[in-house]
């Protein structure tokens, strides 16, 4: 066995410590997209879990609302950093690093969550300009500020973990901008598992189906589809919410993941996986 302290830590083996991986307390946390939805859920779950945390998007209302419920839960009233960013721009992007660092004088998980669904036809004239804005927003800013912040995501044997989708490995007709773009998320962090580590450990979550504004989930006739087809075909019977995201995040930013790396976890109650094939006859 090698015992580096890089990579091998002897309190490892000690089962005293289980399950102290996730206090997060002394620890900053930085979410892209934490003004709604599964970013919101991530923050206010490491808040609650003792966490120093940054609240960012681009409402500034939205911002700000999150802050202060996240502050609520923190055990010791942390107040977060409040942020009000357009992560398809370098200036806001180079913005939200060095206001992390300038306020805590660390960093020690990223997380990139920000995004949006881009749909329609491929025969469509608009095409190219929804890929372009799509990569941009679900695949470039997530590379680009994993690039800012690996200098001190090594500093601190940090952590890095990007939302991608189940869409990545599942095709639909009117889905490839988005697609695409979130097949790149899931070789960004194999690829970055590679050459980070042993420092820094990086993994992908996919979520299914997850009752955000990603989805006009007040929408009756969204509520009708949701009901109808997703909840039928998932075999836990329920779309998922951010809660269910934010706490496979906390477990693989926790301890209790220190030997994972390069993963793609998918959180989709089984749907991914029930994509209809033939019974046997
Ligand atoms: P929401 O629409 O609820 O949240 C999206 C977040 O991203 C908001 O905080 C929004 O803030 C922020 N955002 C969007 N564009 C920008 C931008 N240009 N600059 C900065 N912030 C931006 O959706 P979800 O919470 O569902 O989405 C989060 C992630 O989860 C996305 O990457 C999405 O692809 C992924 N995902 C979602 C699924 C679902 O079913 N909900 C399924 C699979 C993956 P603001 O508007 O204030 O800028």
């Known amino acids: 066995i090698v015992k580096s302290d890089i990579y091998y830590d002897l309190n490892d083996e000690d089962y005293s410590q289980e399950g102290l991986g996730r206090n997060f307390t002394g620890k900053v946390v930085l979410t892209t997209g934490s003004s709604s939805g ?5 923050v206010k779950l490491f808040s609650r879990l003792g966490a120093n945390v940054v609240v960012t998007g681009r409402k500034a209302n939205e911002v700000q609302r999150v802050a202060e419920e996240a502050q609520e839960l923190s055990p010791l009233k942390l ?14 992007l180079n913005r939200l690093i060095s206001k992390t660092i300038d306020t805590y004088g660390k960093l020690d998980i990223l997380v990139n969550n920000a995004g949006a669904g881009f749909y329609g036809s491929f025969r469509a004239p608009d095409f190219m300009t929804k890929f372009d804005q799509s990569v941009a927003l679900n695949l470039r800013a997530y590379l680009e500020l994993t690039h800012l912040a690996v200098p ?3 500093e601190t044997n940090g952590t890095i973990i990007s939302i991608s989708s189940t869409s990545s490995t599942l095709p639909t007709p009117g889905g490839l901008a988005y697609e695409v773009a979130k097949t790149g998320v899931d070789m960004m962090t194999r690829t970055l598992a ?13 979520p299914g189906l997850i009752l955000t504004n990603f989805i006009n989930h007040t929408d009756p006739d969204v509520i009708d589809k949701v009901d109808r087809e997703v909840i039928a075909r998932t075999p836990l019977k329920r779309p998922g919410v951010p809660l269910d995201i934010a706490r496979a995040v906390v477990f693989l930013a926790s301890k209790e993941a220190s030997f994972i790396t390069a993963a793609n976890l998918v959180v989709d109650g089984g749907l991914v996986y029930n994509a209809g094939g033939l019974s046997s006859p």
């Open 38 to 42: 599964i970013g919101e859920g991530i």
């Open 194 to 206: 590679l050459e980070l580590g042993p420092r820094i450990r990086v993994n992908t979550i996919n």
């Open 152 to 154: 001190y995501l090594d």
């Open 79 to 92: 107040k977060p950093l409040a942020i009000v960013a357009d992560v398809t721009k370098s200036a806001d």
